[in-house]
């Protein structure tokens, strides 16, 4: 038994271990930065946010900044300025898109390179592969899937109804999509049949008729595209008579921006936009509406898109390590179908849509699985080294196309040689 004197010796002893070990505690903690696309305060914010402080309740040895950067190109223009200044983040939700200019800045690492375990390895393979395209190449996985989408068909079956057309029978091929669109134009302007937007992502609908023409518009390498490829003019000129011969769709430029909005207050009785937009349509239709897959050219086709996670290299392995675990915490299966329900982006692997939260709700809701539907259809995103100077030459050749003030030939002729001219070097 201790002396009074020794017990007050051991006492000291062992509080001064505990002051000297209480500042080591403190940083033993691994922090994370995490940039993510969604503007401050919104409603993604909030999911994200909870998503986040699970993950911390879960995991109190690592600490995670969440910090919300704006739009896709907000993101990546901050995480690379982070990684340049000196204050690089450990990872970051960005474009799939982004993955070769990524790569070529050398600022992120694939994941196979972070995996270790048989259980790390076989999550990895556990997303859906057309989702994984835009994240492989060259035989690595640089990229993982999480806020992704493809486009779909909104459709309003009261004005079909109206129209005299049956509201469960969308139109599935081109020559149905104008047919229809002529019978549910107005003539005095108040709704026109269809609506497909050519701002903000112009490429991106484009993407989706060229495959419908039958032709993906890049390879997989990142050096190659195929803009002026017969089909390709085939899906421009096809996109500008839907305005300027069949007149069942605005001529011009359609705000992207605008375009919900124009779609529930009645001005559209078709749109062409992201399954991100699902839950938002359905909490603000006050009229009973539709999605589908977009119909077919010579066959169906839209590109996926949305935003993947990505791993900086400039982190330590402890970094590495816990941005691992958060990215898996993030696409789990349960957490995927949350976020799916919450959102109207795509559950991201076969075991989300099995996940009693999501399979409930495709039950209750079926659009909800047109999306992962049409995935079977479904390719890569456009995406290639210089990837920024390549979308605008695409997207200023759809827009000069739309507006008429270049033929689809030659405006895809200028947007292909600016290509090649761009992408001359890395191949």
């Known amino acids: 038994m201790f002396k009074s004197g020794s017990r007050k010796a051991m006492m000291a002893v062992v509080a001064a271990g505990w002051a000297a070990s209480a500042p080591l505690a403190a940083h033993a903690a691994t922090e994370l930065t995490m940039y993510y696309p969604v503007a401050v305060g919104g409603p993604l914010t909030k999911i994200v946010d909870g998503m986040v402080s699970g993950f911390m309740k879960a995991n109190p040895d690592i600490k995670v900044n969440a910090?919300?950067?704006?739009?896709?190109?907000?993101?990546?223009?901050?995480?690379?300025?982070?990684?340049?200044g000196g204050k690089p983040a450990q990872l970051s939700v960005m474009f799939s898109i982004d993955l070769f200019e990524l790569i070529e800045q050398g600022a992120?690492?694939?994941?196979?390179?972070?995996?270790?375990?048989?259980?790390?390895?076989?999550?990895?393979?556990?997303?859906?592969?057309?989702?994984?395209?835009n994240g492989v190449t060259a035989g690595k996985t640089w990229g993982v899937p999480f806020q992704r989408s493809t486009i779909v068909m909104y459709y309003n079956k009261d004005a079909f109804r109206a129209a005299g057309l049956d509201p469960n029978r969308p139109p599935s091929t081109w020559e149905e999509l104008v047919a229809a669109g002529k019978k549910l134009t107005k003539p005095d302007g108040s709704q026109w049949g269809l609506m497909i937007p050519s701002t903000g992502y112009p490429y991106w609908m484009f993407g989706a008729l060229a495959m419908q023409s039958g032709r993906t518009l890049m390879d997989t390498a990142g050096n190659k595209t195929y803009f002026n490829a017969p089909e390709s003019v085939r899906a421009l000129s096809f996109w500008r008579e839907l305005g300027a011969k069949?007149?069942?769709?605005?001529?011009?430029?359609?705000?992207?921006?605008?375009?919900?909005?124009?779609?529930?207050?009645?001005?559209?009785?078709?749109?062409?936009?992201?399954?991100?937009?699902?839950?938002?349509?359905?909490?603000?239709?006050?009229?009973d509406?539709?999605?589908?897959?977009?119909?077919?050219?010579?066959?169906?086709?839209?590109?996926?898109?949305?935003?993947?996670f990505y791993l900086f290299k400039k982190s330590s392995d402890a970094e590495k390590a816990a941005a691992l675990k958060l990215v898996r915490y993030m696409?789990?299966?349960?957490?995927?179908?949350?976020?799916?329900?919450?959102?109207?982006?795509?559950?991201?692997?076969?075991?989300?849509?099995?996940?009693?939260?999501?399979?409930?709700?495709?039950?209750?809701?079926?659009?909800?699985?047109?999306?992962?539907?049409?995935?079977?259809?479904?390719?890569?995103?456009l995406a290639t080294f210089q990837a920024g100077r390549v979308r605008k030459s695409l997207d200023d050749a759809i827009q000069a196309a739309l507006t008429g003030s270049k033929s689809p030939q030659a405006a895809l002729d200028a947007a292909q040689a600016e290509a090649d001219r761009l992408l001359k070097s890395y191949r």
């Open 67 to 84: 910090i919300y950067a704006g739009n896709y190109n907000d993101a990546r223009i901050k995480a690379l300025a982070a990684l340049k």
């Open 108 to 133: 992120i690492v694939p994941f196979d390179d972070v995996v270790k375990t048989p259980e790390e390895k076989a999550w990895l393979k556990s997303f859906y592969p057309t989702l994984m395209e």
């Open 246 to 287: 069949h007149k069942v769709m605005p001529e011009g430029v359609i705000e992207w921006g605008t375009l919900r909005q124009n779609f529930l207050e009645g001005r559209t009785a078709i749109m062409w936009h992201s399954t991100g937009n699902l839950t938002a349509v359905k909490k603000a239709a006050k009229f």
């Open 289 to 308: 509406f539709g999605v589908a897959m977009l119909p077919a050219g010579k066959r169906r086709g839209t590109p996926t898109g949305g935003g993947n």
């Open 331 to 381: 696409t789990d299966p349960q957490r995927s179908a949350e976020w799916s329900v919450k959102t109207g982006y795509m559950g991201i692997s076969p075991a989300a849509y099995q996940t009693e939260q999501l399979s409930g709700y495709v039950k209750t809701f079926p659009p909800a699985a047109v999306a992962r539907d049409q995935l079977q259809y479904a390719t890569a995103e």
